[in-house]
């Protein structure tokens, strides 16, 4: 496992088989798939509230009789509780199935499943995208910053005067 600052595993993790990365509010999970499935009925995706599981299917084609077996590609305990409800999820033929889950409670996950190696919150970037801000704590937000933006030019003005 590696923690870095790729788009897949930013605030998260990368592994062999899957990297997920995190905001206060969600998380997204890329989940690789072997690269002969192509075809979305191959492919089984369950989300709950505290687990994940992703299936592909493997035809057995000797027997002729057009049974399925379905193999785990990936599954997980979550660390937390999400919205299931809530969750979407993509699919890239041949690559990768992206997983967007949206987070019960506003927190920092220090992994994502509970068997996985914790990561440090202490080196994650914790800044918020301003939109992720309720309207008053937006509101507040801009107000210091024109204060710190007419304080500024008030600066430069006295400069310029000397």
């Known amino acids: 496992m590696t923690s870095n600052k ?14 997920w990365s995190q905001s206060i509010n969600d998380i997204d999970v890329i989940v690789k798939i072997p690269c002969g499935l192509k075809c979305l009925d191959d492919l089984k995706i369950h989300v709950s509230m505290r687990g994940i599981k992703v299936e592909s299917c493997t035809r ?6 057009g049974e399925s077996d379905w193999c785990v590609i990936f599954q997980g305990e979550l660390s937390y509780e999400i919205k299931s409800t809530e969750s979407i999820w993509t699919f890239v033929p041949g690559k990768y199935v992206h997983i967007h889950l949206e987070k019960l409670s506003e927190r920092w996950w ?3 499943t509970t068997d996985e190696t914790k990561i440090s919150l202490d080196k994650i970037d914790c800044s918020r995208d301003i939109d992720d801000l309720d309207p008053q704590e937006q509101m507040t937000l801009q107000e210091l910053m024109w204060r710190e933006h007419e304080k500024n030019l008030r600066r430069l003005e006295k400069v310029t005067e000397q």
């Open 6 to 19: 790729s788009a897949d595993s930013y605030n998260g993790a990368d592994h062999e088989k899957f990297s």
């Open 110 to 112: 220090e992994s994502l």
């Open 60 to 65: 057995n084609f000797r027997t002729g009789d």
